[in-house]
């Protein structure tokens, strides 16, 4: 039974480009989240996503950044015109139902802007 | 004030000893807390839940204080595999995990 799997696992961009990191779920879950970490810091909350639908984007900065969860295939989160601060690690996570059910981490994307 | 704030440690004891780590939570509507381990550069593994009447997994144990917005988990016989950051998330029901910074461990032979 995999769990959440991410890919890449790492990334390395120029500034300006742009960084396509993807997520598939846990068999079972239609619910994807993701969060990023920046060095020294704690996960931050970016977006939560049902097949198909934004459901929370609170947490996403208002430009550049994007993701979807497209009816087939994984979840996609995008960032366009990468800049240094982006570097961080980027984790997708999934639970079977919203609320208070749990969430399984998939092993990140590390991403690094030169 | 921080909605999850953990003391960061580190936490270093030897090994068999016993460590606690403390979590404080600001938002009183929050429904379901947890404690997550993430080893360095990996991602976040669920530890335990945490319920209202306290639990135990083994060498683990979680306790719950919902009027002083207080959890705490309690290490007994430490490893050196236990060595890690644990993190304390809180859940408000209908919106996102808030994680805190998590506490650092390391135990030492």
């Known amino acids: 039974n995999a769990g959440v799997m991410q890919n890449p696992r790492h990334l390395v961009r120029r500034r300006g480009q742009e960084a396509r990191l993807r997520c598939s779920p846990m068999?079972?879950?239609?619910?994807v989240y993701w969060y990023r970490q920046l060095p020294e810091e704690g996960l931050k909350f970016m977006v939560y996503?049902?097949?198909?639908?934004?459901?929370?984007e609170s947490g996403m900065p208002k430009e550049r950044f994007s993701a979807e969860f497209p009816k087939e295939g994984p979840s996609i989160l995008r960032i366009q015109q990468v800049v240094r601060g982006d570097s961080a690690a980027y984790f997708c996570?999934?639970?079977?139902?919203?609320?208070?059910?749990?969430?399984?981490f998939g092993p990140g994307t590390r991403l690094t802007v030169l | 004030r921080k909605e999850v704030e953990q003391d960061p440690g580190p936490f270093n004891v030897p090994e068999g000893a016993t460590v606690a780590f403390n979590c404080t939570y600001s938002?009183?509507?929050?429904?379901?807390f947890f404690w997550y381990r993430q080893d360095c550069r990996k991602e976040p593994k669920l530890l335990m839940s945490?319920?209202?009447s306290g639990n135990e997994d083994g060498r683990f144990t979680a306790q719950l204080n919902r009027a002083s917005q207080y959890i705490s988990l309690l290490i007994r016989d430490s490893k050196l595999s236990d060595s890690a950051t644990y993190l304390c998330v809180v859940n408000s029901g209908n919106t996102p995990l808030v994680f805190g910074k998590g506490t650092r461990l390391s135990v030492i032979a």
């Open positions: 068999k079972g879950h239609s619910h």
């Open positions: 996503l049902q097949k198909e639908n934004i459901i929370d």
């Open positions: 938002n009183s509507a929050s429904q379901s």
């Open positions: 945490v319920y209202s």
């Open positions: 996570a999934s639970s079977y139902t919203w609320g208070t059910d749990t969430q399984y």
